[in-house]
């Protein structure tokens, strides 16, 4: 991973936790995200950048790139449409599976909610389409990270059962044996 120099903040949620409720309010429907779907995908981020001054702006093509998998890296991603304005984009969500096969690591890459929808429980039900993937896929847990900053974020990934990883052991003193004073 590159270092940006941005403190970060990794959670991981295992993928039995009871599930997530969410898709009650604006959301009408979550699809997968298809070819067509590169304007509403657009459209998406350039409400998100709009409303995140100050912070580095998304841009159209680098969420509609976030969506595409590469070689080792498999991506899913979903878009939940508004309830009322079918053809109108207010989430996505994206999961990235990739590592060794047999052992692949599940870790929701974007979440990203259109300002007007937030606090309605579409970023929730978006992240239940993506746990709920990685446990079809054979996962048990899946990952997620933000920055250090983002409070608000952090809050959010909490309140949907999401821990930070346990502390390494420590390095234990040697009390006995060859070589102990």
Known sequence: MKDTGIPIV??????????????????GRVTPVAA???DAIHELAAACAADAPGRRAMTGRGL????????????????AWDATYSSRAIGLVTLVTAGPPGKPRHS????????????????????????DEARRL??????????????????FWRHLGFTPPPAPPSVATRSSGPGAS
């Open 108 to 131: 929701i890459g974007w979440l990203v909610v259109a300002p007007s929808a937030r606090r309605s429980g579409v970023g929730t039900a978006l992240v239940q389409v993506a746990v």
């Open 64 to 79: 509609a790139d976030a969506v595409v998998s590469r070689p080792g890296r498999t991506v899913a991603a979903w878009l």
């Open 10 to 27: 990794h959670l991981s949620r295992s993928v039995n936790l009871p599930g997530i409720s969410g898709l009650e309010g604006l959301c």
């Open 36 to 38: 067509g779907d590169a």
């Open 138 to 155: 054979g996962g048990t847990e899946v990952w997620v990270e933000t920055h250090t900053a983002w409070s608000d974020a952090i809050a």
